[in-house]
């Protein structure tokens, strides 16, 4: 079995797929430091939210930031080029996995896929061909390059994209999206004034039938791509649906790393394949045809020797590639553990690919008592956070937490203590009338946060989100 994985295929698909995402990733590094969010992200703010276990993790100094994106962009352009591939793509990885773990209220899903896809890039041998290190080894050292890659690492890309897929379709098999249509229905809404597709989303039915389009889109698409026969096919329908959402949705660099990143589910040699008919093309418009093989595939061949049992490094990498994958299995699980409605008190929400699946929004207060007068104080989030992080922290209860927290130290390293925090906070979930979050008994300065269920988090509302129908 282990041997199976290890049995040598083309290279190409590997390579290909270095250059697009290290490409993809040059821009997104790019525009972090052409639209200003490095200023308004990490050099605005004054008070952070932490990842629990990674309480840690201290953002730099302003100015430095701008020299991390810039060493970033440096590196993920040195990604797609195969050049110093071992150093960069470490380098790249670790800096996009730092960045996301500096605040939570940044958390993005594309650009958690973004982080493991780079560790798993930093892991392989992606700059074994077709790079500038080989060309390196090949001039300077004699060493021709080896195109073949073992098949577990084609499997385990397919499996990091197929996941993400497949729980996001999961994800979507709840009563607001699938008999509702929403928070289609209310983001449809605001894209009335849009040319050709704004009438449309007038239409009482349409968000419905979208809200189950991506639903069987996102459950389906992973076997259709999967399936020789119906692959190309599915391709056309990953471009359509992307391209679809990036021109309604402000989704950034998503939907371009998932069509670039679908092409794993192609065979290996797939970009020998197009570049051969690219070739046959070109030769036709010359007057000059050409036939084309339907597959080119590296001959591999491999010397009958007697069978061994598997080299203790291959039974190691089995060990590890299995274990992160039932990590990753996991992880989107965990919800099941808390029960309740997951979009609502967010136990298990990150770090699952619970894509677009809610419109939530709400406002809350601190409030401030000091144990042995009584005298209280109320607090805004405004006081310590930027509107970004305030529109953030407002339906997300650790965030409400963690900032409680900071709240009371704050009081009691003035002097005004001991004090009680406790917060008025009412939040809107996919267009519902605002009710109460979090319970306003509850002392959250002697909470704390961590695996276990937070009861402190009021029941979520069980009547079902308002038929909202917009008109031009």
Known sequence: MIDKLFRP??????????????????ISMLRFLAYGWIDKLFVQPTFFFKFWGFEWVEPLPGPYFYALFWLLAFCALSIAAGFAFRITSVIFAAGITYIQLIDVSNYLNHYYLA??????????????????????????????????????WHYLFRFQIGTVYTFAGIAKANTDWLLHGQPLRIWLGAKTDLPILGPLFTI???????????????????WWLLWRKTRPYAYC????FHVMTRLLFPIGMFPVIMVLSA????????????????????????????????????????????????????????????GYCAFQLLMPLRFLLYGGNVLWHEQGMRFAWRVMLRAKGGQTTYIVRNVNTGQEWHVSPREYLNGWQESEMSSQPDLILQLAHRIHRDFELRGLGPVEVRVDSRVSLNGRRAVPFIDPDVNLAEVRDGLGRATWVLPAPTEPPPHTRPVL
Request: charged share 20%; proline share 7%; net charge positive.
């Open 204 to 222: 009482d039915v349409v968000p419905l039938v979208m809200s189950w389009c991506g639903f069987l889109f996102d459950t389906t698409i992973v």
């Open 9 to 26: 295929v083309d290279f190409a698909w590997l390579a290909a797929f270095r250059v697009f995402y290290g490409s993809a990733l040059t």
């Open 237 to 240: 329908v990953v471009i359509f």
């Open 263 to 322: 092409l794993v589910f192609f065979s290996p040699s797939w970009p020998r394949t197009v570049k051969a008919r690219l070739v046959s093309l070109w030769a036709k418009i010359r007057g000059r045809a050409e036939p084309v093989a339907k597959e080119v595939e590296v001959p591999v061949i491999e010397p009958a020797l007697p069978a061994k049992r598997p080299h203790f490094f291959h039974r190691a990498a089995a060990v590890v590639g299995i």
């Open 115 to 152: 982080a493991l896809v780079a560790w798993l890039l930093a892991l392989s041998p992606a700059n074994r061909a077709y790079s500038v290190d080989a060309w390196i080894r090949q001039r300077f050292f004699g060493k021709e390059p080896k195109k073949t890659v073992a098949v577990a």
